[in-house]
């Protein structure tokens, strides 16, 4: 521990990681919004905003309204009716109706043609801006109607109209699964359209909403499928290439969330030191280095609770895991420690920020973490299975969804069982 300890204060990325990460917790160091948004017509004074969206829609927590992001180009003024161009990022929250308007099996319906927000995807917003009583020059756009005016132009608007489409198709497929169909959809795309609310509010209490936010356990799961599946089909040679195509087809069709940016970094670090025939490597330098460059290149995530829970687990892991196993093998076995441990260090990492953003943490998802992680990851697996099997053979699909629902049901029970434990709460 004393040598590593010493190679972490010698390793220059690692201290210019730590001495950043302190100045941004200290508020030493500021964040530059650099898609302000900028127009003549006063944010105060927007009626209307037309632009492409840039990011997933996910749902409220009370269910009301989609949030997302907006790269405006347009606007509108109220007072006047004049309508001025714009630039700048936004986040909008839009009606749920609107957004749900062509998802299976809801029955909102809205005047005009349906609108699909996606990523990409050009529409017109209408309603007002709202501020942020609680952080100054902030707020939103509330939105209740939109017009849709199709995919971006150009090749890579074709490319994420291509996506939006593929994402639609595959909430229809998994709308016929039920329940156990929305949790795959939230799993694998990160759209919650169809999560139960109860069994998502018991994997919170219990400590295990990293496990529904996509993050690097998602994406090193499908890239290892990808990867071991073709290994065994095309041999060791394509093994790079697959898993490489398997991290970009998996983030490209679930979309860039500030924890899943994390892990396409450290991935594509890892597979490149691979290629370069490093004889080791040290994670701690690679999560240095990607939090220095994912800081510089996208700056906005910095303050975001993702951004902030999902270095902090990884960095707590790397550090404290070690020691903490050696600590767990005196009295429990190694199968089980090795979990246990890694669970222990992220819990450690980022309680003090859990209460800071929330108020709260919860200590029973050490061990909920342990139990939990291997059973998702058994469930992904059955879930990828079956969805092949009802492409290839379409009258089976019934079966597998019954099969599926089975599972999540034991899923729901045992995040339920955890759920009951109480919280560490604290009030600033």
Request: charged content about 15%; some cysteine; proline content about 3%.
């Amino acid at each position: 521990m004393v040598e590593k300890l010493r190679y972490r204060i010698k390793n220059p990325f690692f201290v210019a990681a730590l001495l950043f990460a302190i100045a941004l917790c200290s508020g030493l160091v500021t964040v530059k919004d650099r898609n302000e948004f900028k127009s003549l017509v006063n944010m105060e004074e927007l009626s209307s905003i037309s632009g492409h969206v840039r990011s997933n829609p996910s749902k409220t927590s009370s269910g009301k309204f989609y949030l997302f992001k907006m790269d405006v180009e347009s606007a509108t003024c109220g007072k006047t009716g004049v309508t001025s161009s714009a630039r700048g990022i936004i986040s909008v929250l839009l009606d749920s109706a609107v957004v749900e308007s062509i998802l299976p099996g809801k029955l909102y319906s809205i005047t005009g043609n349906a609108v699909l927000v996606e990523n990409h995807e050009h529409i017109t917003l209408y309603g007002r801006w709202s501020n942020n009583d609680d952080k100054p020059n902030t707020g939103f756009f509330l939105s209740d109607g939109a017009t849709y005016h199709g995919p971006s132009s150009g090749f890579f608007g074709k490319v994420f109209h291509a996506r939006a489409l593929s994402r639609l198709i595959f909430k229809r497929l998994m709308y016929g699964w039920g329940k156990a169909g929305g949790f795959i959809l939230a799993l694998l795309s990160g759209s919650r359209e169809y999560t139960d609310q109860a069994v998502a509010i018991d994997f919170r209490k219990a400590g295990l909403s990293h496990i529904l936010a996509l993050s690097g356990m998602h994406l090193s799961f499908f890239a290892g499928l990808v990867g071991n599946s073709g290994k065994k089909i095309l041999g060791k040679k394509y093994s790079f290439f697959l898993k490489l195509a398997g991290i970009l087809f998996f983030v490209w069709f679930a979309g860039l969330s500030p924890s899943l940016f994390r892990a396409l970094l450290c991935s594509l670090m890892i597979l490149l030191s691979s290629v370069l025939f490093c004889k080791s490597i040290d994670f701690m330098t690679i999560l240095s280095f990607v939090f220095l460059l994912h800081c510089i290149m996208i700056p906005s995530d910095i303050f975001s609770a993702a951004f902030i829970l999902s270095y902090g687990a990884l960095a707590g892991i790397l550090l404290f895991g070690e020691f903490i196993e050696y600590l767990f093998l005196r009295i429990i076995p190694r199968q089980i420690s090795s979990s246990l441990a890694a669970s222990t260090g992220a819990q450690a990492m980022t309680a003090p920020f859990s209460l800071k953003l929330f108020g709260a943490f919860m200590p029973i998802g050490i061990i909920a973490s342990v139990i939990m992680t291997p059973l998702v990851e058994w469930f992904l697996i059955l879930s990828v299975v079956s969805i092949m099997l009802s492409f290839m053979i379409p009258l089976s699909s019934h079966f597998w969804g019954m099969l599926l629902n089975v599972f999540y049901g034991l899923i729901c029970a045992i995040a339920g069982f955890f759920a009951k434990f109480p919280a560490v709460s604290m009030k600033f």
